[in-house]
């Protein structure tokens, strides 16, 4: 993972660098982290600690499921575009993928079960940069793919009908790979072509809580602890037959996040999230990369559904959602400056059969660094979509 790290301080310090890659900042460390949790959540700027709905799953807080009416299964889509540009170059690209799944069962008294899989990181660059020694033009290129996976099983119980709490269970695997190039311009000179694949896993938990003071008003609350995330390295070089192997790890830090949620009315909702890790407990075999930053995400959200009742015009039975999202990228700058990243969200739920599944759709435009601070920008464009389908199970029949 050092080599990560030492290519973003190379994109920020070397002129005359091309990028080609969904996102440079990607490169760095275990690469970029989903904060978005699904697509309802995403339309409200990633607000979801403390929301609730009975056809909704949670992916965020565990406790926040005991309310789920019906067995529900959830698949996500994304959908990433990037408008790139540092002070001499910039690359338009998009990524989009599967953005996993969640199976979720009401178990009856207060308690369901779910399990699921989803991203947890990913890297998706490509850098290039032309030099030259002794009077020898070359071009060095680096290209990293991969990430980090997650795969999740929960269960959350009520035991009042003012408080809950959840456990969910995460298998956190994954694999890197990153390929260097050398490219001489003189054809008498041998290219070089070295890859680096690195898969790692680790075993870790979350505990999450609810709090129901009212009808109207809910608490949640969310703790992750750090985690050491053991990886072998590869390395495969072009001109040596044999593959040397390097055991590492690299230590992700806690999080901990708040979140509340108020019904202003029965069809308006407003939801707030603050979350903190501290980047600078992240470690890398037992060192301490440096410009590490403490990233606290503020989030802010609202739900609005015209109508309740289920005879009423179909936009009208609709929910539309608007948020806002503020947090530092956990590494800093060059400098030791913060590269701040800022979302403005909309969403909407389009309920289907009888409002027991429904279809969620977001738009997200976001800004991550500054130009003319951080010599680096990233305009980026999110779409998410989210299949939910309810159906309800173990009904006794007569």
Same mark, same amino acid.
């Given at each position: 993972?050092?080599?990560?790290?030492?290519?973003? %301080?190379?994109?920020?310090?070397?002129?005359?660098?091309?990028?080609?890659? &969904?996102?440079?900042?990607?490169?760095?460390?275990?690469?970029?982290?989903?904060?978005?949790?699904?697509?309802?959540?995403?339309?409200?700027?990633?607000? &979801?600690?403390?929301?609730?709905?009975?056809?909704?799953?949670?992916?965020?807080? =565990?406790?926040?499921?005991?309310?789920? !009416? #019906? $067995? $529900? +299964?959830?698949?996500?889509?994304?959908?990433?575009?990037? /408008?790139?540009?540092?002070?001499?170059?910039?690359?338009?690209?998009?990524?989009?993928?599967?953005?996993?799944?969640?199976?979720?069962?009401?178990?009856?008294? /207060?308690?369901?079960?779910? %399990?699921?899989?989803?991203?947890?990181?990913?890297?998706?660059?490509?850098? &290039?940069?032309?030099?030259?020694?002794?009077? @020898?033009?070359?071009?060095?290129?680096?290209?990293?793919?991969?990430?980090?996976?997650?795969?999740?099983?929960?269960?959350?119980?009520? =035991?009042?009908? @003012?408080?809950?709490?959840?456990?969910?269970?995460?298998?956190?695997?994954?694999?890197?790979?990153?390929?260097?190039?050398?490219?001489?311009?003189?054809?008498?000179?041998?290219?070089?072509?070295?890859?680096? &694949? $690195?898969?790692?896993?680790? +075993? *870790?938990?979350?505990?999450?809580?609810?709090?129901?003071?009212?009808?109207?008003?809910?608490?949640?609350? +969310?703790?992750?602890?750090?985690?050491?995330?053991?990886?072998?390295?590869?390395?495969?070089?072009? @001109?040596?037959?044999?593959?040397?192997? #390097?055991?590492?790890?690299? $230590?992700?830090?806690?999080?901990?996040?708040?979140?509340?949620?108020?019904?202003?009315?029965? *069809?308006?909702?407003?939801?707030?999230?603050?979350?903190? /890790?501290?980047?600078?407990?992240?470690?890398?075999?037992?060192?301490?990369?440096?410009?590490?930053? *403490?990233? /606290?995400?503020?989030?802010?959200?609202?739900?609005?559904?015209?109508?309740?009742?289920?005879?009423?015009?179909?936009?009208?039975?609709?929910?539309?959602?608007?948020?806002?999202?503020?947090?530092?990228?956990?590494?800093?700058?060059?400098?030791?400056? %913060?590269?701040?990243?800022?979302?403005?969200?909309?969403?909407?739920?389009?309920?289907? @059969?009888?409002?027991?599944?429904?279809?969620?759709? !977001?738009?997200?435009?976001?800004?991550?660094?500054?130009?003319?601070?951080?010599? %680096?920008?990233?305009?980026?464009?999110?779409?998410?979509?989210?299949?939910?389908?309810?159906?309800?199970?173990?009904?006794?029949?007569?």
């Amino acid at each position: 993972m050092k080599r990560f790290y030492n290519i973003f %301080i190379l994109l920020l310090v070397l002129t005359g660098t091309t990028v080609q890659a &969904s996102s440079v900042l990607s490169s760095y460390g275990p690469g970029l982290y989903y904060r978005f949790p699904s697509a309802r959540a995403m339309g409200m700027g990633g607000a &979801s600690i403390a929301v609730v709905d009975p056809t909704s799953v949670s992916r965020l807080n =565990p406790a926040a499921n005991t309310r789920l !009416s #019906v $067995t $529900t +299964v959830m698949l996500q889509f994304f959908y990433e575009g990037n /408008q790139y540009s540092d002070a001499t170059s910039g690359a338009n690209t998009g990524y989009a993928n599967l953005d996993g799944f969640q199976f979720a069962v009401p178990l009856g008294n /207060q308690m369901s079960a779910n %399990i699921g899989m989803q991203p947890l990181t990913r890297m998706d660059y490509h850098v &290039s940069l032309d030099k030259s020694l002794d009077g @020898f033009d070359y071009t060095k290129r680096v290209q990293g793919e991969g990430g980090l996976n997650t795969l999740d099983i929960s269960f959350c119980w009520a =035991p009042t009908h @003012f408080f809950s709490f959840g456990l969910t269970g995460h298998y956190i695997f994954g694999r890197f790979k990153e390929t260097w190039w050398v490219e001489y311009e003189d054809p008498a000179i041998l290219k070089t072509r070295d890859v680096y &694949s $690195t898969n790692g896993s680790a +075993v *870790n938990f979350t505990l999450g809580f609810m709090f129901y003071p009212s009808e109207r008003l809910a608490f949640g609350a +969310v703790y992750t602890p750090k985690k050491e995330i053991v990886n072998k390295t590869t390395f495969t070089p072009v @001109f040596e037959y044999e593959t040397p192997k #390097v055991d590492g790890y690299v $230590t992700l830090p806690a999080s901990l996040g708040f979140g509340a949620q108020y019904l202003a009315a029965k *069809n308006f909702r407003l939801a707030a999230d603050y979350e903190i /890790q501290d980047w600078t407990e992240f470690e890398m075999s037992g060192r301490n990369p440096v410009d590490m930053a *403490n990233v /606290q995400r503020i989030s802010l959200g609202a739900e609005y559904k015209p109508s309740l009742d289920p005879l009423a015009a179909y936009f009208k039975k609709c929910t539309y959602r608007a948020g806002f999202a503020t947090l530092p990228f956990y590494g800093k700058d060059r400098d030791g400056d %913060i590269i701040r990243e800022t979302w403005f969200t909309v969403g909407a739920g389009m309920p289907m @059969f009888h409002g027991l599944s429904q279809v969620d759709i !977001s738009i997200g435009f976001g800004r991550r660094g500054d130009l003319s601070k951080n010599g %680096i920008k990233e305009d980026l464009f999110r779409v998410g979509v989210s299949i939910t389908g309810g159906e309800r199970w173990f009904l006794r029949r007569y």
